[in-house]
């Protein structure tokens, strides 16, 4: 396949509302394209933030007040799900309206295929993920509106062992489709616990990061390459030499300006 359908675009650290405006944008990108395209898109978060799924009620899905008396903003996502603390972390996104390589009417399939690439490039870190069965792994000691995202894996996210390590949320529409999803580095127990209203034990039996499941500092360059080694071996694809996003790149697509390829 040629090379120029495929980029990668490496991201810096952006506040949450900026992070959410670019993913739609490049979806945006992808529906409208009139050729096939997949851009995937790699980046972090500048200081703690809980993102929500796109239906979810502020009241009912994280501790709220706590959030607000330790400033720590959220932010909703353009994809459904629960509520999803974000910090240390590598966050992923892929967009396409290429058929050739997702299979566009099963967003199951589409999941599967992606889960298959992020599971490969942690392969070359040492670390050796499962995709979970789906809905048996889940917890029934929380409500479905109390339970954050990140501790109920749902079919073919990424557990290590019992523990979930890698969270992703999807939405289709009708010539494309979004998926990013949380990959945390190191997870702050005690801060994430706080943020969602639930105990930090329960969170420890439920969820790694990536650094500890490795069982050694693991850098946002170092997952970033793997996962990048990780899309080219799965999907038989050369990506085009990486988009240098800067800063002023990404504010300049958040606020609307061409996708320029």
């Not at 999907?235 to 061409?258: H, M, N, T, V, Y």
């Amino acid at each position: 396949m040629a090379s120029q359908d495929w980029f990668c675009v490496l991201s810096p650290s952006l506040d949450g509302a900026s992070n959410m405006r670019i993913d739609r944008r490049l979806q945006l990108f992808a529906e409208r394209s009139r050729r096939p395209v997949t851009l995937v898109r790699f980046y972090g978060w500048k200081e703690p933030t809980v993102s929500l799924g796109c239906h979810q009620t502020p009241e009912l899905a994280f501790a709220k007040g706590y959030c607000q008396a330790h400033g720590i903003p959220w932010v909703h996502r353009p994809t459904g799900g629960r509520a999803v603390f974000h910090h240390d972390e590598l966050t992923y996104m892929v967009t396409s309206n290429d058929s050739r390589h997702f299979p566009l009417q099963s967003v199951r399939r589409i999941h599967r295929e992606i889960s298959a690439a992020l599971r490969t490039g942690l392969f070359r870190l040492g670390i050796h993920p499962a995709a979970a069965p789906g809905d048996g792994l889940r917890d029934r000691a929380l409500s479905r509106a109390q339970k954050p995202c990140f501790v109920a894996p749902s079919r073919h996210e990424l557990v290590h062992g019992a523990r979930k390590m890698v969270g992703s949320a999807q939405k289709k529409t009708k010539r494309s489709f979004l998926q990013h999803g949380s990959i945390p580095l190191v997870i702050h127990y005690d801060l994430m616990a706080a943020a969602l209203g639930v105990d930090a034990e329960y969170l420890r039996s439920k969820t790694v990061g990536v650094s500890e499941a490795a069982g050694r500092p693991v850098s946002f360059d170092e997952l970033s390459q793997a996962l990048i080694r990780g899309f080219r071996q799965v999907f038989g694809i050369r990506f085009r030499k990486p988009i240098d996003d800067s800063r002023e790149w990404s504010l300049g697509i958040a606020s609307g300006q061409a996708v320029m390829l």
